[in-house]
């Protein structure tokens, strides 16, 4: 494996910013895009149950559909490919075994021999819908898919926004979500910044580390 450099490491993370304005011309490569979206399927989830689905929109007539639901960031039509994180409404037994299922089989275990783990899920996924926190638990996790993209874009210097500036109810309705258990949570667009995004120049506003990060 090819490490990159902690400078190297830290030169993406300053070169990534929130684009507000994308060159809509461009668009995403075949094999960046698919490394791309491994990397989203790679992305790391409570107890691996993946309790999300990506809907990846690069279709331009949805994009104009989804842009007013938007604040009508135009980030939307003129990104290259713009990812709704969707979260389950909850997860299901039979989701559980679903999963359990895969691993047994990708890992060459007995089905038998995860049947403890499956309890513990299972027990886990009907306390959260028993207690009313399943949505927010799938909700949560959908974040650490969204940073994984983003990041991962940035090394293949590739832009993106993030976008929480939606009505997700319209985006629900829009992409029809309810009916299959899903809720849209966040979104990113994904792309290539336009070279007149003042935006790019824009030094990073952070808070100084020691109120930030504390080593005890
Ligand atoms: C969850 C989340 C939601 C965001 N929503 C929007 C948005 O709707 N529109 C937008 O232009 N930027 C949005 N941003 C970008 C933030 O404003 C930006 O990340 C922050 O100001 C830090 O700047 P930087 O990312 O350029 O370093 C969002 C960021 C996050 C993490």
């Known amino acids: 494996m090819n490490l990159i450099t902690p400078q190297n490491l830290l030169k993406h993370?300053?070169?990534?910013?929130?684009?507000?304005?994308?060159?809509?011309?461009?668009?995403?490569?075949?094999?960046?895009?698919?490394?791309?979206?491994?990397?989203?399927?790679?992305?790391?989830?409570s107890f691996g149950l993946q309790p999300w689905k990506f809907l990846i929109i690069t279709n331009q007539a949805m994009k104009e559909r989804l842009k007013p639901a938007s604040w009508n960031q135009s980030q939307v039509t003129d990104c290259s490919h713009h990812v709704v994180f969707c979260a389950k409404k909850n997860v299901s037994e039979a989701e559980v075994d679903q999963f359990v299922t895969s691993m047994a089989e990708v890992r060459g275990v007995e089905l038998q021999s995860l049947k403890g783990y499956r309890d513990v899920m299972v027990g886990f996924a009907a306390k959260a819908e028993k207690?009313?926190?399943?949505?927010?638990?799938?909700?949560?996790?959908?974040?650490?898919?969204?940073?994984?993209?983003?990041?991962?874009?940035?090394?293949?210097?590739?832009?993106?926004?993030?976008?929480?500036?939606?009505?997700?109810?319209?985006?629900?309705?829009?992409?029809?979500?309810?009916?299959?258990?899903?809720?849209?949570?966040?979104?990113?667009?994904?792309?290539?910044?336009?070279p007149d995004d003042k935006y790019a120049k824009a030094k990073k506003v952070r808070f100084p580390a020691h109120e930030l990060v504390e080593r005890i």
């Not at 976008?163 to 290539?192: Q, S």
């Open 131 to 194: 207690e009313g926190w399943a949505q927010q638990w799938t909700t949560r996790q959908t974040y650490i898919a969204l940073g994984n993209l983003m990041t991962s874009a940035a090394m293949l210097g590739i832009d993106t926004c993030p976008m929480e500036g939606f009505e997700p109810e319209k985006y629900d309705e829009i992409l029809g979500l309810p009916a299959r258990g899903l809720n849209a949570v966040v979104a990113c667009c994904v792309g290539y910044r336009s």
């Open 13 to 45: 993370q300053e070169w990534r910013y929130a684009v507000k304005k994308f060159d809509a011309s461009r668009k995403i490569d075949d094999s960046a895009w698919d490394a791309l979206e491994q990397s989203l399927i790679l992305s790391p989830s």
